[in-house]
């Protein structure tokens, strides 16, 4: 059974994982507009080849040279896949919040493997 999560708590989620940047990473920012839809696109499936996706990136990397130059990037969080798959209203915020932050992340320029290394880490350090 899907938690029953009303759009505000999950916008909240949203701004929660934001809200919990260091200053210096929310300062550069920038431009970035944070959008939450139900569900990828076929198209954007297709083009990642993939099945699903939580959240998605789309816009120039700010340690790319052109990023001064590029229109305003993107983050798009999925709701659908996030209520599917995480059970409990404790699960899906967790989850939301990290989605949020997993695509900031690209937008400053680290790559999946990086963050896959980094969240290695972290369980090390534990």
Request: charged share 35%; no cysteine.
């Amino acid at each position: 059974m899907e938690p029953r999560i009303d759009d505000e708590t999950f916008e909240d989620w949203v701004f929660e994982a934001f809200d919990a940047l260091p200053d210096q990473f929310r300062e550069r920012l920038g431009r970035v507009a944070i959008t939450i839809e139900d569900w990828a696109t076929s198209e954007q499936l297709r083009q990642l080849g993939v099945p699903g996706l939580y959240g998605l990136y789309s816009g120039v990397a700010l340690n790319r040279e052109q990023a001064e130059f590029a229109p305003p990037a993107r983050i798009t969080i999925f709701r659908g896949p996030l209520v599917r798959d995480f059970r409990t209203p404790e699960a899906l915020r967790e989850k939301v919040i990290d989605t949020v932050q997993h695509e900031i992340a690209h937008h400053f320029g680290i790559s999946d493997e990086r963050l896959d290394e980094l969240a290695f880490e972290r369980r090390g350090a534990r």
